[in-house]
């Protein structure tokens, strides 16, 4: 079985969906092509997976300032978005593939969703809300009605669009931690204590990492020491001259190197951004699911009622704070430290029974029984 694999992201991209798609494909690269769309002129790394890159109309040039980069994404998400539809699926139709699996994401998911590749079985990845990616109503529904395989990322986001565009079945199926990737707990850790963040950040996590700054700051002051790791993000201006240490590092997909990462960090920094409702109530953070299996203790910041919070809550796998109040974030914070060991015991328990990432990756690739390859 060969799969095309198809999205708006390079699958060596930094971001949650590549990370879950190169995951999912992992040990199995000869048997994927990756389609995908990119938006800027710069070309994406190069990996074992074979990848074709599609530009969307206008690309993005890094002279651009930020209202070209907006008149150009606004260009690109109507008035040439069949022309990028087009490029996609004249690159599709040169490619020797069995199945295709769509990420639904993006302006131009559906491109593929023809009778020109109607003979293939068509799996759809959900992995977030259509109303917090640029999609649209329309697209979401017809993906979810044609789709003969749903795979979402959480049940919140399956039963929201069967009540939204039919009770099909789904699947869960999303990032994991392969038994080896496990850590034991450990007790508190000597200080300095590393906080640990991988990932994008976007501008609306700001006022959630200027709250942590404060309250570590204010800990800083009754005696502890912190050192705060930031992974692949932008430079935050708000860190500086602050009374703990501020690392930043580069972008990496080695999973060795962020193992290591994950494994000296007492607690590991888990913010979901209050602004977005349609993002937290139905989505998971893959930083979550990487990090329940590290020694340290999760420290969630951020609404009490997502998707993410609930799991952690429902197995007391995590410190949480669901304000951007200093004393708040404080309290969840000493919480997290003294009760290193118990939040890790419990996230150990968690990851083994709903994110084992050898059981999803089997599940994937199990072809269902009505689209077996003769």
């Not at 204590?193 to 700054?213: D, V």
């Amino acid at each position: 079985m060969k799969i095309l694999s198809f999205h708006p992201f390079s699958i060596y991209a930094n971001g949650g969906g590549s990370r879950i798609l190169r995951r999912l494909y992992q040990g199995r690269e000869e048997r994927v092509i990756s389609l995908a769309i990119e938006y800027s002129n710069v070309d994406p790394p190069k990996g074992d997976i074979q990848e074709v890159v599609v530009k969307a109309s206008p690309v993005i040039r890094k002279w651009m300032r930020w209202y070209l980069r907006t008149w150009a994404m606004t260009l690109r998400e109507k008035t040439f978005r069949q022309l990028t539809n087009r490029r996609a699926r004249q690159a599709a139709s040169k490619l020797q593939f069995d199945v295709i699996h769509i990420v639904h994401h993006g302006p131009f998911a559906e491109a593929l969703c023809t009778d020109q590749f109607s003979d293939k079985p068509l799996w759809v990845s959900f992995h977030d809300h259509y109303r917090s990616t640029v999609s649209s109503y329309d697209a979401a529904k017809l993906l979810w009605s044609k789709a003969d395989r749903r795979l979402v990322i959480s049940d919140e986001l399956g039963r929201e669009y069967q009540n939204s565009f039919g009770n099909k079945p789904y699947e869960l199926i999303t990032d994991g931690v392969y038994r080896e990737e496990i850590s034991p707990p450990a007790a508190r850790q000597e200080q300095p204590l590393e906080i640990y963040f991988a990932g994008l950040l976007h501008l609306a996590y700001l006022p959630l990492f200027e709250t942590l700054a404060n309250a570590l700051d204010i800990l800083s002051k009754k005696g502890l020491s912190f050192k705060l790791i930031l992974r692949a993000t932008q430079q935050l201006p708000f860190l500086a001259n602050r009374l703990f240490e501020v690392e930043y590092r580069n972008m990496t997909l080695d999973n060795a190197e962020l193992k290591a990462e994950l494994d000296s960090a007492a607690l590991l920094y888990l913010p979901i951004k209050f602004t977005d409702v349609d993002f937290y109530l139905y989505s998971l953070s893959t930083k979550m699911v990487g990090y329940l299996g590290a020694p340290g203790s999760i420290l969630y910041h951020g609404p009490m009622d997502s998707a993410a919070c609930k799991l952690l809550l429902e197995w007391r796998a995590a410190a949480c704070c669901g304000t951007l109040n200093v004393n708040d974030l404080i309290s969840s914070i000493s919480d997290a430290i003294t009760n290193q060991k118990t939040y890790s015991i419990q996230a150990k328990r968690f990851v083994q029974d709903k994110f084992d990432m050898a059981t999803i990756q089997n599940k994937f690739w199990q072809m269902p029984a009505e689209h077996k390859l003769s």
